[in-house]
Structures are given as C-alpha cells and as structure tokens.
C-alpha cells in the first residue's frame, strides 16, 4: 500500500498496533521558503486554470531563453526545474500535478526530491511541508484510507493521543480562548435558573468542564447543574478516554467543589441522537454545547443525508436557551482538492508557528502534538475523500448560515466574557489577535483566524 515511502514506515509494537513513524533526518542543504513568485493569498485563491496558465507561462519562458524547448512529456519536469526553486514552491507544484492526475511518475519523482529537502524537526515550514508531502504520497498511492487508520483516526486513542491534545489545548491559546468563549457564555446563561441541563456531543477529556465547574464554584448562587455527554457506544466504556471515565472525574471534582451536579453519558452515534434520548426534564434550562465537533458531522456534499444540518434541527427543537459552537476557520469541506489544500497548507502553518512559539525545537511534546494531532488531520484533509474525509471544516460565515437555516438567531458574546479573554491574550504572545466581528469571536495567529466561537438561541 503506501510502504513504498521511505519517509512513513509501518512498524510493529509488542502490541502488533501499527503507528506511522516519521523521517527525522536532516535535509542535506538548507533552504530558503519565501514564495518566489506569488504570495500565500495569491496562492490560496488560484483556481485551476490560473494554476495551468502560470505553468505555461513558466514553459514559454523557459523556452525563450533554451535552444531546446521541453517536449510535452517532460513539461511537468522542465516546469518545476524553472519555478520551483524552494521546497513550498515544489510542494505547490506537487500538489498541481497530483490534482491533474495521470502523471503518477511524475508526482512521485516531485514527492521523492521533497522528501530529501525537509524533515520534521526543522523549522515550522519545513515540517509542515514533510507532513504535507506525505499527504500527497498517500493520495498518489490512494492510501489516504489506510494511512489514516494506521494512524489510529478511528480507533480509540492511547495515552500519548490523550497526552498530545491536552498540551495542544494548553500550548497553542486558541483553542483555550475559544473553550473560554463558550464557558462565559454558558455562566451568564446560569443566571436565574435553578436547574440547568448542559448538553455536549464532544465531551474530548473534560478540559472544558473542569474550568466550568471551577469557574462555578466561585459564583452564588449557583444552580443544579445536569452534564449530558454523548459518545458512540464503543468510545462510552472505553478505560481510557471513555466517557464514563471522564465523567467520573468530573463528579470527583464537583464533590470536591461542592457543587449540586450531576453526569449522565449517552451511548449513541450523534446523527441517531433524538430528543427522548437525552431526557431533558420539566423546569430545566437546556444548553448545547458544540466544541470543536460539527465539522465531522457529514454534510449535503457528502449523503444526501445532510447529517450537519439534520442535527441543528434536533437541536433546535430542544428549546435551548443557548448553544454555543466553536470552530476552526477554514474550508476544508467543500473546497475542490487543489484550493483545499492551499487553505490546509497556510491554516496548518500558522499552527505550527505557534507551537514553534510556545515549546523548544527539540520538545518531544512539540513532535507529539504535530504527529499525533496535526499530521492527522492534514493527512485525513488532503489524501482523503467522500465518507472518508471528516474533518471538514468550514468558514465562520457558512456556520452562520447555517445556523440561521435551523431556526437560531444569534446571541453575541457578552463584552465581560471578551475582556476577560483580552486581558488573558496579553499575558501571551503579542502575535496572538482577537476580534469580534458579526456576533463571533476570532482567535487569531497574526493575520490568520484559527478559532471562532459564537452564542445562540
């Protein structure tokens, strides 16, 4: 299958588990990764034909100024020779070739010649492109499938999975000011219930939760609060990770808390999830919570099944008096191959800067989370596709469309919850930005929007 690339190699644990182990070594000459010829933004937006119309501008130009101008078959080659001359250029180019299909050798020769010019302990550019590189062999090799089950995808994650998100959650503050988002609007929608019944379709390990109830405990009055956690049924009873493992934890530390609470776990797959099956009782204020979960959710362009949508609707029916969603910001669901992988390519950089910016270069737990969570991810986005890609995120305007079509209005986040995070956001790197724009929260990484949050009802 994909055992022909060097760079990702199956190997046997005393488990007989498969884990994906990346080439560390060196490139043998360093490299420059300024764009040549366009800039990112250029980039990310080219359609397919300007893709094509520079490459033949790049042909004309090489044969101007060569005697012997390319023959067709070697175009692709001559191509790259004459434009691609630092390895984001010739990963784009890769990627050009790869979206035409056809010329497997000539994307393999690209991919080979990559993969000796970056390595995953160089800087953040390098690795994202030897993760990008690896990507676009498994597609070649249409492996995307198989690759993204030997890396555990889809099966329940060890403690190094667990481990890795958790210092993800922690290192890299979007994600912690987007929880943060959600948590400040979930505690003003505490106020003046007695019973308040708080609903989330991914729970992950509890992060979020666990500076709820202690952010609660702080407060008076305060009421009864009701967690429902849904999960599939395999992923409820699992030892680690599993739902009833968190949720046991979370009532240790609401004992400890002394806080009136109260977890109750659901073993059903989301999209059968109906609203018997959450057992929302008389004279409780009802809460949704979606944390980094819709974008697996399938949509219209998926099944003819709009599982996205179907489940908004569930949700609406229930009556909430709030639902908050957080999601990353970028189009990786309906976007054709070529530009999703643009947009793959410059969210995932500004992820791995900030890493660079938070933990040392030779960190183990930097090479944890970028193997263990973002390679993923990259993997699943760009050699993956139909029912096997799920991480299909999208832009924070069509979640409000969306949204909006299952009946919500929305429900801007308050200015004492945003101060708050702006306070916080200055004890951290000045490159981190927040903005409120349209009734959300941006979490940003300079220039680029990584994280929204926004509030419903």
């Known amino acids: 299958m994909f055992r022909s690339y060097a760079n990702l190699i199956l190997s046997n644990d005393e488990d007989d588990e498969h884990e994906i182990v990346y080439s560390s070594t060196p490139p043998p000459c360093s490299m420059s990764y300024e764009d040549q010829h366009m800039s990112s933004e250029d980039l990310e937006g080219m359609s397919y034909d300007e893709d094509m119309m520079r490459l033949k501008l790049h042909e004309l130009e090489r044969a101007l100024v060569d005697d012997s101008a390319p023959n067709e078959s070697s175009s692709h080659n001559s191509c790259v020779r004459a434009s691609a001359v630092t390895p984001k250029d010739l990963l784009f180019e890769c990627a050009l070739v790869v979206s035409e299909g056809g ?9 080979n010649e990559l993969r000796r010019m970056v390595c995953i302990d160089g800087e953040p550019s390098e690795r994202i492109s030897a993760y990008m590189v690896e990507a676009l062999a498994a597609r070649v090799a249409a492996s995307g499938k198989g690759l993204y089950k030997a890396l555990k995808c889809k099966e329940p994650p060890s403690k190094d999975r667990l481990s890795a998100m958790q210092v993800l959650f922690e290192v890299c503050p979007c994600f912690r000011f987007g929880f ?3 948590n400040g609007a979930i505690l003003e929608a505490f106020v003046g219930e007695e019973k308040v019944h708080v609903i989330d379709f991914d729970i992950n390990q509890g992060s979020q939760y666990i500076t709820l109830l202690q952010t609660l405990a702080g407060q008076s009055p305060k009421p009864h609060l009701r967690l429902t956690g849904v999960d599939d049924p395999e992923s409820v009873q699992r030892p680690v990770g599993g739902l009833n493992h968190i949720g046991l934890r979370l009532k240790e530390l609401a004992n400890s808390l002394d806080l009136d609470f109260e977890f109750t776990s659901v073993a059903a797959n989301t999209a059968l999830v109906e609203p ?11 809460i949704v919570n979606f944390a980094f979960q819709l ?4 949509d219209e362009s998926v099944s003819t099944v709009n599982q996205r949508d179907q489940l908004l609707r569930m949700v609406k029916s229930l009556n909430p008096k709030l639902v908050t969603v957080v999601e990353q910001d970028v189009n990786t669901n309906t976007a054709p191959f070529l ?3 643009h947009e793959a390519y410059s969210y995932y950089s500004a992820l ?3 890493l660079e910016a938070t933990l040392p270069r030779e960190s ?13 991810d990259i993997v699943n986005i760009v050699a993956c596709e139909g029912e096997e890609r799920i991480e299909r995120y999208e832009v924070s305007g069509k979640w409000k469309a969306r949204m909006m079509m299952a009946g919500f209005e929305a429900c801007p986040i308050s200015e004492n919850v945003n101060d708050t995070i702006r306070k916080l956001i200055k004890q951290y790197s000045e490159r981190y930005k927040m903005k409120v724009e349209t009734n959300a929260v941006h979490f940003g990484w300079e220039d680029k929007v990584l994280i929204v949050a926004s509030a419903w009802r």
């Open 364 to 376: 183990q737990e930097r090479v944890n989370v970028e193997k263990q969570c973002l390679a993923r």
């Open 295 to 298: 974008h697996h959710m399938p």
């Open 276 to 286: 018997g099956t959450l057992n929302c009782r008389a004279g409780e204020a009802v």
């Open 339 to 341: 530009r999703r992988f």
């Open 180 to 182: 943060m988002a959600a």
């Open 352 to 354: 791995f800067d900030c």
């Open 103 to 111: 010329n497997i050798q000539g994307a393999s020769n690209l991919i």
